[in-house]
Nanobody, 128 residues
Framework: VQLVESGGGSVQTGGSLRLSCAYS????????ICWFRQAPGKAREGVSC????????YYGDSVRGRFTISRTNAKKTVILQMNMLKPEDTAVYYC??????????????????????WGQGTQVTVSS
């Protein structure tokens, strides 16, 4: 499995950014693609996940209502649209993936130990 991230950058409070994760290498349809983030000195946090088996999506409490995750079928890309950004959203954002079936809990999907495959990370900086 390969993951290639793009997007990110710097924006002011209230602005928007869009992250993309192009993925390849899955043999079957049961997989999940998830975004995590890690700010300096903090633990890695699950941001949002897309479960391909049933199209379900999950969001961390800190981003629900502001971020939207979606997938483009043709290009096998997962998009994280981030709106109403805040300085506390500043972090390195990572795309992660693994062969996960449907039916796990939100907490399982949003936990970093559920994923073996990771992208290189992309910086998001939100200034006040």
């Amino acid at each position: 499995v390969q993951l290639v991230e793009s997007g990110g950058g710097s924006v002011q409070t209230g602005g928007s950014l869009r992250l993309s994760c192009a993925y390849s290498g899955f043999t079957y349809d049961d997989y999940a693609i998830c975004w995590f983030r890690q700010a300096p000195g903090k633990a890695r946090e699950g941001v949002s996940c897309f479960v391909n088996g049933d199209g379900s999506t999950y969001y961390g409490d800190s981003v629900r209502g502001r971020f939207t995750i979606s997938r483009t079928n043709a290009k096998k890309t997962v998009i994280l649209q981030m709106n109403m950004l805040k300085p506390e959203d500043t972090a390195v954002y990572y795309c992660a993936a693994d062969t996960l079936i449907v039916g796990y809990t939100k907490g399982y999907y949003l936990h970093e130990t559920s994923y073996r495959y990771w992208g290189q990370g992309t910086q998001v900086t939100v200034s006040s």
